[in-house]
């Protein structure tokens, strides 16, 4: 019987991982220059890692992949990757140094969302944190590493939209305008959204179903509530941003669907000709809380992370390879069975001499191996005929101009080297 893969998720194929691989490349690079390392974190963690009392998004509540090990320890897979990477950075005392600690990663998260184009069950995700400082500073150089990031990329219709939620005191005098301004129209809610107006009202404006409810459109903003101090710290963001001519939108709108945000919030968003619906690149914002709520001190941070399928998929829409799939240099052909034994020596002499090369493994007579050879893209053909090896040549045939030479068997390597420029 054949199983088929679990719903929402994909395989990348043979063909394909080039494409990740190159991705990923450009991340280390980047990251590199920026002096940030890469810090790799279990995809399961306790439950309460993720399940915070003041984490009341629908990520947390609805879509997280919750589970009993065989010891009834409650684990659940990271639906995200920063509340992973800050009870590492507490248990391991990152923060003990006093300095700032800035960190990226790269790796799978697991949310039981409806699938659809660009939205997965597994996912990967880029993502940066900046752990240890309150800084409009911080939060300019986050949204410039994430803009210089789109923009090294070559991606061109980007744009990065920022707004600030404000500081605690200001984030609360939003939440009651905003439940000032429902309450009149709770019963005309869907049912989530009643009981989002009790605990978290804010949740209300990201909500699926209530999208296009006059009163959802209508909200008030969170700019219109911000107190002096946070007013003063979002200007600052803001100029260090046009100090650098950063273009970026200013989207008062912007609320963003965790919980754990105050201060800056910002999205990257695709504006590609028949993207799709999921035009969400990547998002980020700084959170003051969750260090301590996974018992560390008091210390805020800001990150963002980007959906690398997203990210692919944008690449593709505008037509950008970041790298080519490498093709074979070399394909080593033998005339009979006998010859193999020095076919597969040649091989591994190509192949120490970090040519691409390979051979058939099938036993296909000489026109499948030629037929095998030019579906893969070979450069070379390697022809090991019964007669020429007597005389000690291999022909080598050019498969582009189709020019073909006798070489002596000790100088395959050699000549191939040459030929390809390596
Ligand atoms: P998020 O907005 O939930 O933020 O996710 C960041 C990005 O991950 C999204 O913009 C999107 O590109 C991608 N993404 C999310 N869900 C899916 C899905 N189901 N399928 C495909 N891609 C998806 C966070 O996760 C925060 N941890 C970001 C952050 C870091 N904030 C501060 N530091």
Known sequence: MQINKVKGTYDVLPHESYRWHALEEKIHQILKKYNIKEMRTPI???????????????????????????????????????AGIIRSYVENKLYASQELEKVYYIG?????????????????????????????????????????????LGLKGVTVRINSLGDDASRKAYQEALTNHFMPHKETLCDDCKARLDKNPLRILDCKVDQ??????????????????SRDYFHKVIEHLNASKISFEIAPKLVRG???????VFEIEADIEGFGAQNVLGGG?????LVSELGGPDLGGIGFACGMERLL???????????????LDAYVIVFNDDLKIEAS???????????????????????????????????????IGEEEFKRGVAGIKDTKTEKQEEVPMGRIKKYLLEKVGK
Do not use: C, W
């Open 44 to 82: 399961m963690e306790y439950s309460e890692v993720f399940h915070r009392q003041t984490e009341l998004s629908d990520m947390v509540t609805k879509e997280t992949y919750d589970f009993d090990d065989r010891s009834d320890r409650k684990l659940t897979l990271r639906p995200e990757g920063t």
């Open 108 to 152: 799978p998260n697991f949310r039981y969302e409806r699938p659809q184009k660009g939205r997965y069950r597994q996912f990967y995700q880029f993502g940066v944190e900046a752990i240890g400082a309150v800084d409009p500073a911080l939060d300019a150089e986050m949204i410039m590493l994430a803009y210089d990031f789109i923009k090294k």
């Open 212 to 229: 296009k409810h006059p009163a959802v459109i209508q909200a008030p903003t969170p700019q219109d509530y911000l107190n002096e101090a």
């Open 258 to 264: 965790l919980d754990y945000y105050s201060h800056t």
């Open 285 to 289: 914002g700084r959170y003051q809380k």
């Open 313 to 327: 998929l944008a690449l593709e829409a505008e037509n950008i390879e970041l790298e080519k799939e490498d093709v």
């Open 345 to 383: 020596k040649v091989l591994y002499e190509l192949r120490q001499a970090d040519l691409i090369a390979d051979m058939n493994y099938t036993n296909k007579a000489f026109k499948g191996q030629l037929k095998q050879a030019l579906r893969l893209g070979a450069k070379y053909l390697v022809i």
